[in-house]
């Protein structure tokens, strides 16, 4: 058991119910704290006052944590299965409350506090950048959302208006619906006007104007009347007038994204993993996700599981089955992903990893896991090292091109 004096803060929207209990589990103080400036305060002086070494909550981000890291306090962040988990532990009844669950928190920060890792907060460009990832990956959701709205609304009335361009929310085609949001609008569209409205909007595809009209008028026409078209066309406008502004931001966001990564300490390590400059992104939510603090991931292994890269074992007499493992930084594991996925189109270390992994039967996402994890011992290596990725010390490539080039002579 470790004698310290800890807390348990069952985070809540409006208030939270603490307790602090001394090293044999006696209640030292118990409360119920607003969520607001005082409240926060008297609890931060009050949880120094006390001498709390470990405060153990539920969560690992949000205001409430970097107020008691930035107090000194130790925090200790505990998964909600494990704290479902433990309730057994402490009920026969089968109770809950947010008192009772304070309670329970506390009693793991008392007697399991060796088991969970301790929070360290990253650097002031850190968390800048992970703003922003999570920020553009939200409207990004919010562009999916309103250009699948979009489509849906064409695809009852203009279907042809869908197949223009490449990229329904692409700038040239809201440019193009703003212009012409229905069928009457372009009905008198002619080649040499169309012509000068790609040329106005930089138009970068390979089709002709002539090409581009023939495959307008070439595509199924609706039937709707006239209210129900004009009706449409309003929800045209109406759709892409809000997708307009968003596109624009997640441009804006792009290129912020982009600065930030490069002017961080640690941004050429992650970018180094990536051959297209179009991977900015995902270096950047790799950084962002996994941070700056070396003792967050003390090996390869941990930054694999918490990637979502590495299976969990389910064990139980002769049956010993690996699953999918859900409990992860889901963000982690898709950036992960993306650069498995990434790499093994050009890199022959990856290739070869992907290659053999399906030749065992995995499907593609198992395969890409798999990738992912042998990418997760790389990228750990670097990041521990401070050294950008350079395939001439990369162990794993070399010792492949040995196999290789042996094989390509015989």
């Not at 006390?50 to 944590?65: F, S, T, Y």
């Not at 009852?156 to 223009?164: C, I, K, Y």
């Not at 595809?205 to 002539?210: L, P």
Request: net charge positive; proline share 4%.
């Amino acid at each position: 058991m470790n004698e310290a004096v800890c807390a348990g803060v069952d985070w809540a929207k409006d208030a939270h119910e603490v307790l602090v209990a001394d090293p044999d589990g006696e209640r030292l103080w118990g409360e119920t704290v607003a969520h607001d400036e005082a409240g926060i305060v008297r609890l931060c002086r009050t949880l120094v006052t006390l001498g709390v070494a470990r405060v153990a909550v539920e969560r690992p981000d949000g205001l409430l944590i970097e107020r008691l890291l930035d107090a000194g306090l130790t925090v200790l962040a505990i998964h909600p299965n494990m704290v479902a988990a433990a309730r057994d532990r402490f009920r026969a009844a089968g109770g809950k409350s947010d008192r009772f669950d304070a309670f329970v928190l506390c009693e793991l920060a008392r007697t399991d506090s060796h088991r969970f890792r301790a929070l360290s907060p990253d650097s002031d460009q850190t968390k800048a950048l992970r703003a922003l990832t999570r920020g553009r990956e939200v409207l990004v959701e919010q562009r999916v959302a309103l250009c699948n709205q979009l489509r849906a609304e064409l695809e009852r009335f203009w279907p042809a208006a869908t197949q223009l361009f490449r990229d329904l929310d692409s700038p040239i085609s809201l440019a193009f619906l703003a212009r012409y949001p229905s069928p009457v609008d372009a009905r008198g569209l002619g080649e040499k006007r169309f012509a000068q409205f790609l040329a106005r909007h930089h138009y970068s595809g390979r089709k002709t104007a002539d090409e581009l009209l023939t495959r307008l008028r070439a595509a199924p026409v609706g039937r709707a009347a006239e209210l129900e078209a004009e009706a449409r066309r309003g929800l045209v406008l109406a759709l892409v007038a809000a997708l307009k502004p968003i596109v624009e931001q997640i441009r804006l966001l792009t290129a912020e994204i982009g600065h930030a990564l490069h002017t961080h300490p640690d941004g050429k390590i992650f970018a180094s993993f990536f051959k297209s400059p179009d991977s900015v992104i995902c270096a950047a939510t790799l950084l962002a996700e996994i941070g700056d603090d070396r003792a967050r991931y003390p090996t390869a292994e941990h930054l694999a599981a918490d990637a979502g890269m590495s299976p969990v074992a389910v064990e139980s007499g002769r049956k010993k089955v690996a699953c999918f493992r859900r409990g992860c930084d889901h963000r982690l594991r898709d950036a992960t992903s993306t650069l498995a996925d990434a790499t093994r189109k050009w890199h022959p270390w990856a290739a070869d990893h992907y290659t053999r992994a399906r030749s065992r039967g995995q499907d593609h996402p198992r395969a890409i896991r798999t990738v992912g994890r042998a990418w997760t011992r790389v990228l750990w290596r670097c990041w521990q090292d401070g050294l950008t990725y350079d395939p001439a010390r990369h162990h794993g490539l070399q010792k492949h091109a040995e196999i290789l080039i042996p094989t390509l002579r015989g």
